[in-house]
């Protein structure tokens, strides 16, 4: 089955065109030759309720599948992806960032400094990657295995709606 994908830039100087994004594009090639469908793409700034907002309409109202977000993770006072992203998900996915880190203190021990989140909300799964084009290339490529199975998880017929239906006509 092939996965809709939203994929969200967040930079202060991007949303206000000082800065080119190289990330976002190159994270909607990674998704498309994997097979995702690349829905939509925007550029915001780091302000926690604007980040907070295009969450929820990813996953609520265009109901994606894979929202990847690319910046704001870092140490400055200004990045706050982090925050804004664990105070819309329902359920975190503490692995998917778990397994970035792991694979980019390989690389170099910066890693330890990435502040990436990930998790679920309704049946989006939202991942936070890092704003450098080639860390952010580099963990996408890190989880996009796991992600194929999580995905098809979430999406499979042993959902939580069912379970309580099923439920609810065993009571009758």
């Not at 994270?27 to 309720?49: F, K, Q």
């Not at 870092?74 to 992806?81: H, I, K, M, Y």
């Not at 998900?89 to 910066?110: D, Q, W």
């Amino acid at each position: 089955m092939a996965y809709n994908a939203a994929v969200i830039t967040i930079s202060d100087k991007g949303s206000r065109g000082e800065r080119v994004d190289t990330s976002g594009p190159s994270l909607c090639r990674i998704l498309e030759e994997n097979g995702y469908i690349v829905e939509y793409t925007n550029i915001i700034p780091d302000e926690r309720d604007q980040i907070k907002e295009e969450l929820i309409k990813c996953c609520d109202e265009k109901q994606i599948a894979l929202i990847l977000t690319t910046g704001g993770t870092g140490f400055s006072p200004r990045d706050v992806t982090p925050e804004a992203t664990m105070e819309v998900v329902e359920r975190p996915t503490p692995g998917i960032p778990e397994l970035m880190r792991a694979e980019s203190m390989k690389i170099t021990p910066h890693g330890c400094l990435s502040r990436e989140a990930a998790g679920i909300r309704g049946r989006s799964l939202i991942i936070n990657l890092p704003g450098s084009e080639k860390a952010s290339r580099e963990n996408l490529q890190a989880v996009l295995k796991p992600l194929a199975h999580g995905l098809k998880m979430l999406y499979s017929e042993g959902s939580a709606e069912c379970a309580a239906e099923h439920e609810h006509h065993h009571h009758d």
